[in-house]
């Protein structure tokens, strides 16, 4: 009896060191976490400032960019695909990101010719019910 006494104390004692280490990587863990969502807040406002300053813009042939008082003036901000680019390169899947990107201004390109292609058919019969000869 006198050594199953002993051997449940020694068995307390385990669990209490068990304990102790668990709570120990526990707080580690938490830490650990704490700090890197602190790095990546940092990070994030510091991202966020860096863009403020940086604007983006097409520039023409001539050099001037687009938006300009001469053009259209709309304005055509490229700040998410410069961070979306940046977040893929950043993964390191950057290849991925550029054939996708690409292949969908194909497929924009292709429908937006499609349906100028269909405009000028629908301009054609505009004409004739007109009573024009049919040639834009």
């Known amino acids: 009896m006198k050594d199953f006494n002993y051997w449940l104390v020694e068995i307390r004692v385990v669990c209490r060191n068990l304990g102790q280490l668990a709570i120990g990587q526990a ?3 938490r830490q650990k ?3 890197l969502r602190i790095k990546q807040r940092q990070a994030e406002e ?3 400032l860096s ?3 940086c604007v983006y ?3 023409e042939e001539d050099g001037d960019p687009v938006g300009d008082d001469s053009s259209n003036g709309e304005d055509v901000d490229l700040t998410p ?6 977040i893929h ?3 390191g899947v950057e290849d991925r990101f550029k054939q996708y990107y690409f292949e969908n201004c194909k497929l924009q390109l292709t429908s937006d010719f499609q349906v100028s292609s269909s405009l000028s058919d629908v301009n054609v019969i505009f004409f004739v019910i007109g009573g024009e000869d049919g040639d834009p």
């Open 51 to 53: 863009l403020r300053d």
């Open 46 to 48: 510091q991202s966020k």
């Open 57 to 59: 813009a097409l520039e």
């Open 81 to 86: 695909l410069y961070k979306a680019y940046h």
């Open 27 to 29: 707080l580690s863990a």
């Open 89 to 91: 390169q950043t993964l």
């Open 33 to 35: 976490e704490e700090d």
